[in-house]
């Protein structure tokens, strides 16, 4: 019987080099010269950690962050931007989490948007995958084409499509 996985993957050693490049032009940049501006990827946890001055130069480093994903072919959509917070010195920290995997709010979603669309596939979770299955692969294709038109955040691949 066919079937295809969704899934929701970032490619953490990407998001270390995206960050590395921003970190680069951090250190070339006139109007960063002399401010304690630094982002770090912790990537046991998937986060990125920012720590700068002010509102301005954080605005500065999120908007240099997503130009940066954009280059690396990865979706700024699976960034979870954190509240910014006052650190010591009066100045700002942010934590940033790398979305991987598929909740299970996001999952249940697709399912009974799926079920409600009346197609003759089913749809199973599978821990943080979801696994769609049906007797077609002309049916398989359309969902895949409903589950793009849902005005979903968070990036979704769609691998193991099998006959």
């Known amino acids: 019987m066919p079937s295809f996985d969704i899934v929701s993957k970032t490619e953490i050693a990407e998001v270390s080099n995206a960050v590395q490049g921003v970190v680069r032009e951090v250190q070339t940049r006139f109007d960063f010269k ?12 998937n986060e990125i950690h920012i720590h700068t001055e002010d509102a301005t130069k954080l605005a500065q480093l999120q908007e240099m962050l997503k130009g940066y994903f954009v280059r690396r072919k990865l979706d700024p959509g699976c960034l979870d931007w954190g509240k910014e917070e006052n650190a010591a010195g009066g100045t700002l920290r942010q934590t940033i989490k790398v979305k991987q995997g598929l909740d299970q709010a996001l999952s249940k979603q697709i399912t ?26 002309d049916d398989l294709q359309a969902a895949i084409a409903m589950v793009k038109g849902l005005k979903i955040e968070q990036p979704l691949q769609y691998v193991n499509f099998r006959d």
């Open 34 to 45: 002399g401010s304690k501006s630094t982002l770090e990827v912790k990537e046991k946890e």
């Open 112 to 137: 009974k948007a799926i079920k409600d669309s009346k197609m003759k596939v089913q749809a199973s979770i599978q821990g943080d995958e979801l696994r769609i299955t049906g007797k077609k692969i």
